[in-house]
């Protein structure tokens, strides 16, 4: 595997200075924690942590701000995430450059996730003249039944370190046209994306005249998150991150009887079947597997491939990860960045040590990389493993570039392997043949939220509805009806009759 030298330290706080300035954020100083670049692993700046007092405060001045923001007309209220938008067009390139420098994706990735975020707020502004309810036929003459939305108030959203913006928006911007709130709780990980998207907002709010408190934004560690999760204010929290995390949220946020929108944990998988076509498979299956070093939730983590083109499939992954270049994310020639942390890679190495014991097989990858150029760096080679069956470590989620290969005869058996774990999210078969597609997509097969045909497990448009099942947690996210989650519905009758008609002829007074 191909290595390329790293950008110093200098380079990186250069860079963001310059990204941030551009932007006029001005960093909020102290010595609570540190913004860091795990590109090098150095320290980049020190930085001030919410209090519990401000985080009160925040979450005061937003729901506040609702009870305006609510009776905004919601074409208004897409006019925000329209010019936030249009922002967001002007900065591309510095956005980019602090998702590079704080999550360590590589450009390509970071452009593609700053236009993620454009296209979610393109979505909502249609989505702002389309906030459907229905009209339902009434059992009772001259009365109308119908059904309509209205926003839940502050919407919480915290969010990972591996998607720093897009998650984000994709919350965001559909929350605010449905007329709620924002406070935002990021990953200690990546306040300096955090600071520049709150920042951004905060101009087009300015920019068309609505109220900047509709957004609110939170610094500091999983304290700051759980006075979201705590406070009866917030209508909804939605939480991206581990099904750990998950299992504390949710229960929390029932007990005061509020909402969760939570997405969490995935393990996996694609099957290949024998008529695939293995040159698309390839690409689709490596970018799937090492896209984002492995740490995205959608990462390919199970590959089951038919026992009769087992051999040819594994022979072209290990070449081309062999060749996969490693290094530096601001290398347009570099495919593989590093892991978030060196915690991070110590999960990895103890999860292909314990795959080792359990029988499985490393066929490439796993060594640790670029260690004299950067040693508080985590970079390493995505690993490929021949594995017999789905046992241990193959259950879980490791959050790093390790991909297991099992193998099937038949297609029932493909499915059972595929669904035979606790996690939900997405999935996808290689075929040409039809019968074996429908299959998949059916009640029958895959049992995930997102299922695929030709396509890796990575890399979803926001037109459609994202989140998973089982421990995947079981929210919807960015299109589709996902809106939906961000709203509470009221069903309205109408008595135009001048009489009073009881339901189910009930006769009373």
């Known amino acids: 595997m191909a290595q390329h030298s790293l950008p110093d330290l200098a380079f990186l ?14 960093l909020p100083r102290g010595t609570d924690f540190y913004a860091r670049s795990p590109i090098t692993g150095d320290s980049l700046f020190a930085l001030r942590s919410t209090t519990s007092v401000e985080a009160d405060q925040a979450v005061a001045a937003a729901h506040s701000a609702f009870r305006t923001w609510r009776s905004t007309p919601a074409p208004r209220r897409g006019e925000l995430v329209r010019r936030l938008g249009e922002l967001l067009r002007e900065h591309k390139g510095d956005v980019a450059d602090l998702i590079a420098i704080e999550a360590g994706k590589i450009r390509s990735e970071a452009l593609g996730e700053v236009q993620e975020m454009i296209d979610i707020c393109d979505f909502a502004v249609g989505l702002s003249r389309q906030l459907y309810g229905r009209t339902i036929a009434s059992e009772r003459p001259g009365h109308r039944l119908a059904e309509s939305w209205h926003p839940l108030g502050v919407v919480g959203v915290i969010s990972a370190f591996n998607f720093p913006a897009a998650v984000w928006s994709w919350n965001t911007a559909v929350a ?46 999983r304290m700051v998150g759980e006075i979201l999760v705590a406070d009866p204010r917030v209508g909804l929290v939605s939480a991206t991150g581990s099904t750990r995390m998950g299992r504390e949220v949710g229960p929390r946020v029932a007990a005061r009887f509020g909402r969760s929108l939570l997405e969490l944990g995935g393990n996996n998988a694609s099957i290949v079947s ?98 004299e150029a950067a040693p508080q760096a985590a970079y390493a080679e995505p690993a490929l493993v021949l594995v017999d069956d ?18 099937y005869n038949t297609l029932d058996e493909a499915i059972a392997l595929h669904n ?15 019968e074996e597609a429908e299959v998949f997509l059916s ?39 996902a809106w939906r989650a961000y709203m509470r519905s009221a069903t309205n009758t109408v008595n135009y009759s001048g009489g009073l008609t009881l339901a189910q002829n009930v006769n009373f007074l």
């Not at 499939?313 to 593989?336: C, H, M, Q, W």
């Not at 035979?420 to 039809?434: A, C, H, K, M, W």
Request: aromatic letters at 4%; a positive charge; one cysteine or more.
């Open 420 to 434: 035979d774990v606790p996690q939900g999210l997405s999935s996808s078969i290689f075929t040409r043949n039809q």
């Open 176 to 221: 605010l046209v449905c007329g709620n709130a924002v406070v935002w709780k990021p990953s200690e990980r990546t306040p300096l994306t955090s600071l520049v998207c709150s920042q951004l907002l905060a101009r087009a709010a300015d920019d068309v005249g609505a109220p900047r408190d509709v957004h609110r934004l939170l610094l500091g560690d």
């Open 13 to 26: 706080t250069n860079r963001a200075q310059v990204a941030l300035q551009r932007i006029g954020v001005t």
């Open 274 to 371: 024998p008529s695939a076509d293995l040159d698309l498979a390839i690409r689709g299956i490596v970018f799937a597997a090492v896209g984002t070093a492995g740490q995205r939730c959608t990462t390919l983590r199970r590959l089951i491939v038919h026992r009769e083109i087992v051999a040819p499939l594994v022979a072209r992954l290990t070449d081309a990860y062999r060749k996969l270049p490693i290094g530096s994310p601001f290398d347009e020639n570099t495919r593989v960045g590093p892991l978030i942390s060196t915690g991070a890679l110590e999960n990895m190495q103890r999860a292909l040590a314990r795959v080792q014991a359990d029988g499985g097989k490393i066929l490439v990858g796993g060594s640790r990389r670029l260690t």
């Open 443 to 481: 009640s029958e097969g895959s049992d995930c939220g997102i299922a695929n045909v030709n396509i890796g497990t990575s890399g979803a448009e926001i037109g459609g509805a994202f989140g998973g099942e089982k421990e995947t947690g079981g929210g919807r996210e960015s299109g589709s009806d």
């Open 390 to 407: 789905q046992k241990g470590v193959v259950r879980e989620e490791t959050f790093a570039p390790i991909l297991y290969v099992l193998t």
